[in-house]
Structures are given as C-alpha cells and as structure tokens.
C-alpha cells in the first residue's frame, strides 16, 4: 500500500500569511494526486488534480506542486474561507489513501 | 451537471447492517467507478473500497474484506455500499465519489462527491 505522510498536521497562521502543506508519498505516484479541502460538516471539495492543475473555480491564491513522492499545496495568501482542514489523496494505485490532513487555523 | 445524491441518515445498533445508497446523474454511470470513503467523528478521510458501475468489479480496503459489499444498479444509475456486524467505531460519514478506471484522464478521479450519509451505531 502507498502510505501518504502529509504535514504539517496543523498550522495556525494570519489572514494575508502564506502557507505550505506538504504531502510525501511512500513510492512514486506520478502526478496521481488531489488536494481537497473540508469545512465542518461538509465533503470534500477538491482544489487541485493531477498535481498541479487548478480545478475550475477555485482561486489563484491556491497552488500545487510535485511529481514522484513529494507534492505541496501553497495558498499565497490565506483568506478568512481558507481555514479549513485540507487532504492530499493518491489516486495511483489501490488502495487510494489520504494524508492525515492539515487543519489550518486562525493566529 | 454531475450529481452524486445519497440516502438519508441511519441508526442502527451494534451487529447490525446498513446499507448506503448513492444516485448518480449527469454523466454516463457505467463508464466510471464509484468509491466509498468515510469519515469518523473528528478523524481524518478513509477510503473503504470502489466498484466499477461498468462491470461490478470490486476492490475494497483490506480491513473492510468481509464485511463491507458494494454493487450498483445500471437501470437506476445507483451504488450501494453496505455494511455488516457493525461496531461503535463504524460510526461516521460515508462518502461516495467518482472514481474512474485507470487510464483515464487525471481530472476525471474524485471530481465529485455525494453530500454524505450519517451511519451511527448504537446500542
């Protein structure tokens, strides 16, 4: 199974702050992988696929980045609807696995 | 447009089955799969197993083999999940999500998902 170690597992940061989260993958997926955000009670929404392409819709704030094993999601600047928690999942193989997920709070 | 529409909220106790649905429309429900993944209370996205709607064919998380079965119905463009001897920490919500067969196109997996389904067990 291809463990997905996702970090950190939560980060306080400031309206207008630029934050990184960072998925590693335990063997190479190519690009096979998607970064979803969650709000409480909510699905998941995905924000990026295949890597590095931005879903329609979603703001330019957010960004990814990576191939292999190593990936991250950048917001450029964080906005007041950005905190959240967020999940990286790897669609290469079965089974597909998640990161353990980032919640973003407010500083 | 897509839409993955699941059922309502169940309550059942423990050693009992539930079984979840999830109505699809927008799109051609037997040239993709459908995964299920859940979501214990403050815990981080599981991932429990996918089944393609074209041919049945199934693939479930190892911890799930035996208890957990998913099939589809083509005339309706329906998933089911169902899951049986359930336990207290099988509490959660289910998700379904589309899922392609591989080799298609990266933007096509987990592009939508069902507004989940509230399974709580107890006794």
């Known amino acids: 199974d291809i463990q997905m170690t996702q970090s950190p597992s939560s980060l306080s940061a400031s309206v207008g702050d630029r934050v990184t989260i960072t998925c590693r993958a335990s063997q190479g997926i190519r690009n096979d992988l998607g970064w979803y955000q969650q709000k409480p009670g909510k699905a998941p929404k995905r924000l990026i696929y295949?890597?590095?392409s931005l879903q329609s819709g979603v703001p330019s704030r957010f960004s990814g980045s990576g191939s292999g094993t190593e990936f991250t999601l950048t917001i450029s600047s964080l906005q007041p609807e950005d905190f959240a928690t967020y999940y990286c999942?790897?669609?290469?193989?079965?089974?597909?696995?998640f990161g353990q997920g980032t919640k973003l709070e407010i500083k | 447009q897509v839409q993955l529409v699941q059922s309502g909220a169940e309550v059942k106790k423990p050693g009992a089955s539930v079984k979840v649905s999830c109505k699809a429309s927008?799109?051609?429900?037997?040239?993709?799969?459908i995964s299920w993944v859940r979501q214990a209370p403050g815990q981080g996205l599981e991932w429990m197993g996918w089944i393609s709607a074209y041919n049945g064919n199934t693939n479930y998380a190892q911890k799930l083999q035996g208890r957990v079965t998913m099939t589809t119905d083509t005339s309706t463009s329906t998933a089911y999940m169902e899951l049986r001897s359930l336990r207290s920490d099988d509490t959660a919500v289910y998700y379904c999500?589309?899922?392609?067969?591989?080799?298609?196109?990266?933007?096509?997996?987990?592009?939508?998902w069902g507004q989940g389904t509230l399974v709580t067990v107890s006794s």
């Open positions: 295949a890597a590095s």
């Open positions: 999942l790897q669609h290469n193989s079965y089974p597909r696995t």
């Open positions: 999500a589309r899922d392609p067969p591989d080799y298609y196109e990266r933007v096509l997996y987990f592009d939508y």
């Open positions: 927008g799109y051609t429900f037997t040239s993709y799969g």
